[in-house]
Each structure stands twice: as structure tokens, then as C-alpha cells.
């Protein structure tokens, strides 16, 4: 059964996931802070997109680049003159929206007042800022709306240092910023938020066929992490809505608890930025193709990912409830990569034999994977804030511990237990995380 949009807000909040920025001074609309165990699963999905994307493949390498770049990247990138929503406001209300996001294009969502629009206006979504003391035209700076221009301004440098050739991709992940003129759905549209992308450097006439590689190589990513495939589609641009880089662009669309919306798009950006930033620099950004005897642009296939977007994703797709005993368990089935905390330690009491050998075993299991020492309430409320936050496995110290050196460790899943002696239970666990 879908989740319901307040449920997973409320669990991220009260357990720590995504905290409202600024809440002492009333909120900073749409922008969010995350929690310790919000950083750790974000984290975590950064990690493992890293891992798949950049150390798993002797084709891509990583960059991490500035986020204010010369002002030129941006006029060349089209984003200055294109990188714009159409903005309309009530003159009723004052409200402002996003013309092409209203259900009804006649009828204000704020106030319910008919045909109140303004005429739409081109609003552009880069945050402008100035470098250095002086606020003059001169001086404006943007903050990236991207993470994808860097990549393309630094294209020769990579090529040159890691002594690539056709086909590679350059990956990066990091911050960018939208003045979105109706963020909102919680961390899924905020103006700063994180992508993970990675631009695909090929030779035009293969372009195709990589488009359709990153297209299924994506997808297979999110079901390999445990998301539910029900949950998953993938979706063509139409004509009308690519993007003004792209002849033609592939969503991956999760089914959030208000409708299908976008987690990330595959993009055959063709040789669009490279041209541009050739012609723009005055540096030739064109390649030698050695077999070939041929020099060209590189064509670019892109799959950008939002990272902040798509641990929300993860999370409400993990959220289940269940039936136990007439009561209902509160499970987030994380897959174990995700989890923020692996193993929970749970000394059956406080009392100091327990707690001395729950704390030894605790500091030898956390040189290898994120652990809670978890020593108080009851040990069924324990279970329940484990499960609630996706742990996979409790090790739980009792009295029956300081005699057979044995521990029982609980299956987040199942809930099944197992008795395991304590000079086993790094392999035990070892063998189950993955
Ligand atoms: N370089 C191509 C590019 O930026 P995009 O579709 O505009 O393409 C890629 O963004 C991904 O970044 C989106 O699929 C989404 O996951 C994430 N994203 C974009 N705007 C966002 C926002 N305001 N808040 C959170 N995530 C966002």
C-alpha cells in the first residue's frame, strides 16, 4: 500500500532524518537540514552511486569542481538566456506559481479565484551573487544550477591527466542551486539540493546506442539497491518539454505519494556543450580520434541524478507496515548498503557486567560498519526504533552472555534470532552485510 505523504515527514522528523532549516527562527522555506541518521543514508546513496558509477569501472573517473564558476560558463551553457520557468501571479492574492505545474491554468490554487493570472513571465533559476566587495554588473556570479557544467569546462584536463580515451565519462557529485519559484513536497524540490551526474563522452554515430545503455544501466541501479520495481517506469521527454541541450532525454519516475515525478533524467545532450564552450573559450575542446584518423566534438550522454531527491525516494519506498500480535510494526526495509545504522547493540539491562561487554562488543564492530549502542528503554521499544529506522540486525547482550560468551542476534526482516558466540559474530555479520 502507497504511504501517505505526512507519515514518512513525521518519521523523518522524529527520528531525525530531515529537520526544517532554521526552525528555531520559524523555518527557511524549502530548505532542510539533515539529521544524523539523515546524513548517514544520504551518505550512503552517494556512496553507492560513486561506487557503481566511478570505482566499479575502468571508463569513468570523478571530479569534484567549483560551484561558482567563471559567469562565461553560464552564457555559453544557454542557461543565462534559457534556463527559465514560466511565472505567473494571482492578482488576487499575490501568490506566484510555475504555470506549467498548476492543475488548473484558469483557476489560482492559493485563493480559488478564476482567471486571475498575469500574462506568464520567463523567470530565470540561477541564484545571482557577486564576487568580491563590489556589487556591479561586472561582478555577478552565479551559483551552479548543474553539476554538469564543470565537467564540460574541465573535459580537456581530465582527458589529457587520466590519459582517457572515447569511449569515457567524467562523474561528479555535489551541490546546486535553483531559485525555484514553487519548491515544495517536502526535500523533493528544494532550492539547493545535491545531483550525482555523470557525462558520457562518445562518439556520435555510438550515441544511440550509450543513450540506451545509461538508460537501462540507471534503472537497473535503483533496483539492485532494493527500490520496487511497481515503483519504477521509465519515461521519453516529448518534443515540447526537452531541455534546450538535449535531442532527446529519458526519465526515471518514481511513484511518490502524490503521482509519478521525476528522480532522474538520461539525456543525449549531442556535442552541444563542448561546441559551445569551444566557441565560447576559444579553446578547441574537439577530439583525435586515433583509429579513426578523425578529429570531432564528442557527443555527451548524461544521467543526472538528484541525490537529495532520490534518498527520499529510498525512504519511502523502504516504509512498510505490518501486523505483529495484533500490534503494527513500523519497518523501513532498507537495503543494507542504505541503512544508516547496520548493527544496533542492545544490553538487556544497564547493569555494569552488560553493559562493559555490550561497549566492547559495540567499539570492535564499529571499525567496520556504522553501529548504534543503543542502552536505553525497554528492549521491545529498542526493537521498534531499530526497525523503524531500518536496522538491520540487534546484537543483544543478556545475562546467559557472561556465561556462554554468546550473543542473539535479531533479523530486522524475518525477526528471526540467532545465538551466536561473540568470536563469531564479525563473520556472522560480515557474511550478511553486504
Ligand atoms: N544536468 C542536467 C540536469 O541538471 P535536471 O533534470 O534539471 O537535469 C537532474 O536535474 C536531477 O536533479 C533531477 O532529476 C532531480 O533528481 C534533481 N533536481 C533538479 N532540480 C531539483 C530541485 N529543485 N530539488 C531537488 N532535486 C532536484
Redesign the pocket.
Known amino acids: 500500500m502507497p504511504i501517505d505523504f505526512d507519515t514518512i515527514v513525521n518519521l523523518s522528523k522524529k527520528r531525525g532524518f530531515v529537520f526544517q532549516s532554521s526552525e528555531i527562527y520559524g523555518g527557511f522555506r524549502s530548505a532542510y537540514d539533515y539529521g544524523p541518521l539523515g546524513v548517514e543514508l544520504l551518505r550512503n546513496v552517494k556512496e553507492q552511486w560513486w561506487h557503481s558509477m566511478v570505482r566499479m569501472r575502468d571508463d569513468i573517473v570523478g571530479i569534484d569542481s567549483a560551484v561558482i564558476q567563471a559567469p562565461q560558463v553560464w552564457v555559453a551553457s544557454g542557461h543565462v538566456a534559457s534556463f527559465s520557468d514560466p511565472l505567473v501571479e494571482c492578482r488576487n492574492c499575490h501568490n506566484r506559481f510555475r504555470e506549467d505545474k498548476l492543475d488548473d491554468p484558469d483557476q489560482c490554487p492559493a485563493c480559488g479565484e478564476r482567471d486571475s493570472f498575469t500574462e506568464p513571465k520567463q523567470f530565470n533559476l540561477m541564484f545571482k551573487t557577486h564576487m568580491g566587495p563590489v556589487e556591479t554588473d561586472e561582478n555577478i556570479a552565479y551559483l551552479r544550477p548543474?553539476t554538469?557544467q564543470g565537467i564540460f569546462i574541465n573535459f580537456e584536463n581530465v582527458r589529457r591527466t587520466a590519459r582517457m580515451s572515447l569511449p569515457f565519462g567524467i562523474a561528479q557529485i555535489g551541490k546546486s542551486f535553483?531559485n525555484?519559484i514553487t519548491?515544495g513536497q517536502f526535500v523533493?524540490?528544494?532550492?539547493e539540493?545535491e545531483?550525482m551526474?555523470m557525462e558520457y563522452f562518445c562518439r556520435p554515430d555510438e550515441a544511440d546506442t550509450w543513450f540506451r545503455y545509461w538508460v537501462d544501466e540507471r534503472r537497473r541501479w535503483y533496483l539492485d539497491l532494493g527500490m520496487r520495481e511497481e515503483n519504477l517506469r521509465l519515461r521519453p521527454h516529448g518534443a515540447d518539454e526537452l531541455s534546450h541541450y538535449s535531442v532527446g532525454t529519458f526519465d526515471v519516475d518514481y511513484r511518490f505519494p502524490w503521482g509519478w515525478d521525476?528522480?532522474?533524467?538520461i539525456?543525449n545532450r549531442t556535442d552541444f556543450d563542448l561546441r559551445q564552450h569551444s566557441e565560447h573559450s576559444g579553446v578547441d575542446l574537439s577530439y583525435f580520434d586515433q583509429e579513426r584518423n578523425e578529429r570531432f566534438l564528442p557527443y555527451v550522454i548524461?544521467p543526472?541524478?538528484?541525490a537529495?531527491?532520490?534518498t527520499f525516494a529510498f525512504l519511502i519506498d523502504a516504509y512498510r507496515e505490518e501486523e505483529v500480535r495484533g500490534e503494527t510494526r513500523v519497518v523501513l526495509g532498507l537495503d543494507s548498503r542504505l541503512a544508516p545504522v547496520k548493527v544496533a547493540v542492545l544490553p538487556l539491562s544497564k547493569k555494569p557486567q552488560l553493559m562493559e561487554v555490550s561497549q566492547r562488543i559495540a567499539d570492535a564492530l564499529r571499525t567496520r560498519w556504522a553501529i548504534e549502542h543503543d542502552i536505553t528503554q525497554s528492549i521491545g521499544r529498542r526493537y521498534r526504533r531499530q526497525d523503524e529506522i531500518g536496522t538491520p540486525y540487534c546484537v543483544t547482550v543478556d545475562f546467559d552472555s557472561l556465561d556462554d560468551g554468546a550473543v542473539t542476534v535479531r533479523d530486522r526482516d524475518s525477526m528471526a534470532q540467532d545465538r551466536i558466540s561473540m568470536d563469531k559474530l564479525a563473520s556472522y555479520l560480515a557474511e550478511r552485510l553486504t
Open positions: 548543474e554538469a535553483r525555484e519548491p523533493f524540490r528544494t532550492r539540493f545531483q551526474e521525476e528522480l532522474e533524467g539525456a548524461e543526472a541524478a538528484g537529495t531527491r532520490t
